[in-house]
């Protein structure tokens, strides 16, 4: 899935239409770099930050906090609301990630996560131990159904979708990038080998891996060329009272 600043832009946008007017205090799960945590200030009176580490640097009005989704430590319905973008993909007990997310809003929870992506575009295999990799360390998939059945019983207000794709694959393209190695994936992510934590290599490129990866590339591009286009990005609104 492509990260491209154009996109984020878009996101963004988006989410600063759809968050919720007055409501004074938000819990955004994934803070990074801060990048939506100084937009968050500007619509709340009190943010609480959470990253998997505690966040690095200060703001004012913005509490930073280490946490994990599948375990939070707040109180129940301690936030007005909670937004959490770009993390769920991450999370490997999901329905437990959704289940802290409902448990401590009081009112909103707002989403946002790669809508039906496929995982097999932009793979990976590291080199140290073998086994490969969902692109961006993405684990899971989603589309509207998922994500209602997760946050059930709470209803879904609303639904945004933000730019468009063509980028889906299939099987035989696939199966001999793995048998490739899986040259062309995106190995520039920040994220490491989901299976044992090294940081991932290019693998190198010769003989029969060089064949087919060309055979897989080429079969992905015709397969491209098929392909309807659907969104890249779903925000959502689950509204519980």
Not at 92 to 121: F, K, N, S
Request: charged share 25%; hydrophobic share 35%.
């Amino acid at each position: 899935m492509t990260h491209s600043s154009a996109l984020e832009q878009l996101r963004l946008e988006n989410l600063l239409r759809i968050l919720p007017r007055g409501r004074k205090t938000v819990l955004e799960i994934g803070a990074r770099h801060g990048f939506v945590t100084r937009v968050l200030r500007d619509h709340f009176e009190s943010v609480t930050a959470l990253d998997l580490e505690q966040p690095p640097w200060t703001m004012d009005r913005v509490i930073g906090v280490k946490g994990n989704v599948e375990h939070l430590q707040f109180p129940d319905n301690s936030f007005d609301c909670v937004l959490c973008t770009e993390v769920l993909e991450h999370v490997p007990d999901v329905a437990a990630g959704a289940r802290e997310i409902l448990r401590v809003a009081r009112h909103e929870v707002i989403l946002g996560v790669p809508y039906r992506q496929d995982t097999r575009v932009g793979r990976t295999t590291c080199l140290h131990c073998g086994r490969h990799n969902p692109p961006y360390g993405h684990l899971h998939e989603f589309d509207e159904a998922r994500l209602e059945k997760l946050f059930a019983p709470v209803p879904l207000a609303e639904k945004h979708y933000i730019s468009e794709t063509q980028e889906r694959t299939n099987r035989l393209s696939a199966w001999l990038h793995d048998r490739a190695g899986n040259p062309y994936g995106v190995y520039d992510q920040e994220e490491p080998c989901i299976h044992c934590g090294h940081k991932l290599e290019r693998p190198p490129l010769s003989g029969m891996g060089r064949v087919n990866a060309a055979v897989a590339e080429r079969l992905f591009q015709l397969q491209m060329r098929l392909n309807s286009s659907r969104p890249m990005w779903i925000h959502c609104v689950f509204r519980k009272k």
